[in-house]
């Protein structure tokens, strides 16, 4: 078969991309008179000037006062979000063996913060975040380990020269993520001055709370109204991990929907994980769904670790998927993003920050096709919108030109087949930086060298 010649993007600031296939739910003002294919896609040309989108017009009928792609159909979609990850934990193997299960996610990821210098963090993360600007990512929120005020400290200083660092090609958020019993601890006040001062959002994991003898969270109900007034005080917003356990008694989202409603809370409130959600009774799910609507939640899924942390027996194939109920969230109305979570380290031994392959698991294994319709902006749109850069993850006139172009012509060969060859544009111009080399970040933290 004949090799389809590469695409030579301009140098230049202005030119137009035609006849590309672009997802009708990324788009933002479709234009009037676009084609319409069979799977919801929309055939247009895109002008691109000074790193923007500056305007979207049918096929064919683009300005023809500049220079000129022809895409011939490809796939064109925004460069997409990755809105839950640990970038601090990431890229540790070998140094760390997971061992699959969460127990060892949490004491192998204990045992490593000796490790976590400055130096080490910067490398490690760095990495990560160069893996997903080469894949075409262009925002990450990751979440910083806060067990100690000095730990988050440290976790901080790193995000914080990374985030400038980055600044213009990878957008970074911050969560403090501690056990919910910092914030009815004496660090709490100053664990939350220290978010605040760098534009964090407060996190915390429900699953640490043991119940009392009644068994009733109420631990968890305190550390909740403590968390939501501090966020309010300081006009932060709240992102927790929640329910990562097969367990059905150990289950918080109403905890939390009850929580945040009898506060007053006005930010932003995501629930991360949420994977006994699925094995609740029908009524449950329902009327947990309708309760989460009520207290305006949103949820982020993390199909790939899950999938390999959940209902992991020595010597047993896992009998359920791991992941949330989420076709019966989207259903509900409620936002429902994915993330990239764990990568590399002892919590989930692979994955290279690719939000493309992360988006393929979901689709598979939520069953969320026939039709597609919504699932890519599981990776686009609505995770934008959870982390409040609307002017992200669409394609639309005065939006930045971060964008991503597949070979592929149709979704369903886009995520059947992987894109190595996908073309990655950051503010108009393209990505030519090379993926990080593993064996070359190994050396660098004195591990052992693989390369011969």
């Not at 097969?246 to 989202?253: N, P």
């Not at 945040?260 to 932003?268: E, K, W, Y």
């Not at 669409?394 to 971060?402: E, H, K, L, M």
């Amino acid at each position: 078969m004949r090799a389809e010649p590469p695409l030579s993007i301009p140098a230049n600031s202005r030119f137009v991309m035609e006849a590309a296939r672009v997802p009708a739910e990324v788009i933002l003002n479709p234009p009037a008179g676009a084609v319409r294919d069979s799977e919801g896609a929309l055939l247009l040309d895109v002008l691109i000037d000074r790193g923007q989108v500056a305007g979207l017009f049918p096929a064919g009928t683009g300005p023809r006062d500049c220079s000129r792609i022809a895409l011939h159909g490809r796939q064109l979609w925004p460069a997409l979000i990755d809105m839950h990850t640990h970038l601090d934990c990431g890229q540790a193997i070998p140094r760390v063996r997971a061992d699959g299960t969460i127990h060892g996610g949490f004491s192998q990821t204990a045992a490593d913060w000796p490790n976590w210098t400055e130096e080490d963090m910067t490398l490690r993360m760095e990495f990560g975040i160069g893996c997903a600007y080469v894949h075409g990512v262009a925002a990450i929120r990751t979440h910083v380990d806060s067990e100690t005020l000095a730990m988050s400290r440290r976790g901080y200083q790193v995000f914080e020269r990374l985030r400038s660092k980055w600044h213009g090609r990878v957008a970074l958020q911050a969560v403090t993520i501690a056990a919910m019993e910092a914030w009815i601890g004496g660090e709490a006040r100053a664990l939350a001055d220290l978010t605040a001062s760098k534009g964090g959002i407060l996190g915390g994991v429900t699953d640490t709370l043991e119940r009392g003898e009644n068994g009733t969270y109420d631990t968890l109900d305190h550390a909740l109204d403590r968390m939501f007034a501090l966020a309010k005080e300081r006009n932060l917003d709240v992102d927790l991990h929640v329910d990562q356990t097969d367990d059905l008694s150990a289950f918080t989202i109403p905890r939390i929907a009850e929580a945040r409603l009898r506060s007053g809370f006005p930010g932003r409130v995501v629930l991360g994980h949420c994977v006994n959600l699925s094995l609740q009774p029908p009524e449950v799910i329902e009327t947990t769904l309708a309760l989460a609507k009520q207290a305006d939640l949103a949820f982020v899924s993390m199909p790939t670790p899950m999938m390999y942390l959940m209902d992991r027996q020595r010597g047993r194939t896992p009998r359920w998927r791991g992941v949330t109920a989420a076709n019966e969230i989207r259903a509900a109305g409620l936002p429902l993003a994915i993330g990239g979570d764990n990568c590399r380290d002892a919590w989930f031994p692979y994955g290279d920050h690719d939000m493309l392959d992360t988006l393929k698991q979901a689709i598979r294994v939520f069953q969320a096709d026939e039709p597609l319709t919504g699932s890519i902006a599981m990776a686009s749109r609505v995770p934008a919108d959870l982390i409040g850069r609307p002017d992200l993850g669409r394609i639309g006139t005065g939006i930045p030109a971060n964008l991503i172009i597949f070979s592929a012509r149709s979704l369903n060969a886009l995520l059947s087949r992987d894109q190595p060859d996908r073309i990655v544009l950051s503010g108009g111009r393209q990505v030519n930086d090379p993926l990080p080399l593993h064996h070359e970040l190994e050396r660098a933290l004195g591990l052992p060298d693989y390369e011969i």
